[in-house]
Antibody, heavy 119, light 109 residues
Framework: QVQLVQSGADVKHLGASVKVSCKAS????????MHWVRQAPGQGLEWMGR????????NYAQKFQGRVTMSRVTSISTAYMDLSRLTSDDTAVYYC????????????WGQGTLVTVSS | QSALTQPASVSGSPGQSITISCTGT?????????VSWYQQHPGKTPKLMIY???NRPSGVSNRFSGSKSGNTASLTISGLQAEDEADYYC?????????FGGGTKLTVL
């Protein structure tokens, strides 16, 4: 069974950066795009971007351009999402999610990482 | 780009069928067959229920079906069961982003 295991909850101050990891197992990591989606408390889902683990190529939502960096280390099958200049609006659960087949649907999700931004 | 439009809530009795709509534009839902639906129970991670408009992943009940007409996609759940009570989100590919709907809360009466 495919597994995506994310790093633990984090608390950051305003203006700081956060880096969330997503370790994949039980499938070929480089064979599937990895997306990042976030969900603010009581709110809906919001797509942040994706990374091609094979090439390292990325696509980011315009809203996050300049503030988000997605990366990966293939030797340990781990993807990362780095978000800088945090504001209170960035308080959310951050998910990594595997692309089913480059068709922009997400068949496996990490357990989520709660990032709380406080003053 | 705006989020896709879903009704805030729908409800139905056990055994009935319900349909959740997801309205976009010709630049997203209407322009591509990359519409997905996700189920999310409170405190849980989203689960893929439908991909590419009408395809069900392995393990998803055939009580769930998807369709699209013009700029509106739909998720139909037949034979409602108590366990279907959850939030449902649609999503659509666009060349610049993936859009999600605002979510629909399904209540099984």
């Amino acid at each position: 069974q495919v597994q995506l295991v994310q790093s633990g909850a984090d608390v950051k101050h305003l203006g700081a950066s956060v880096k969330v990891s997503c370790k994949a197992s039980r499938y070929t990591f480089t064979g599937y795009y990895m997306h990042w989606v976030r969900q603010a408390p009581g709110q809906g889902l919001e797509w942040m971007g994706r990374i091609n683990p094979h090439s390292g190529g990325t696509n980011y939502a315009q809203k996050f351009q300049g503030r988000v960096t997605m990366s990966r280390v293939t030797s340990i099958s781990t993807a990362y999402m780095d978000l800088s200049r945090l504001t209170s609006d960035d308080t959310a659960v951050y998910y990594c999610a595997r692309d089913l087949g480059n068709n922009w649907s997400f068949d496996y999700w990490g357990q989520g990482t709660l990032v709380t931004v406080s003053s | 780009q705006s989020a896709l439009t879903q009704p805030a809530s729908v409800s139905g009795s056990p055994g009935q069928s319900i349909t959740i709509s997801c309205t976009g534009t010709s630049s997203d839902v209407g322009g591509y067959n990359y519409v997905s639906w996700y189920q999310q129970h409170p405190g849980k991670t989203p689960k893929l229920m439908i991909y590419e408009v009408s395809n069900r992943p392995s393990g998803v009940s055939n009580r769930f079906s998807g369709s699209k007409s013009g700029n509106t996609a739909s998720l139909t759940i037949s034979g409602l069961q108590a366990e279907d009570e959850a939030d449902y989100y649609c999503s659509s590919y666009t060349p610049s982003t993936t859009l999600f709907g605002g979510g629909t809360k399904l209540t099984v009466l």
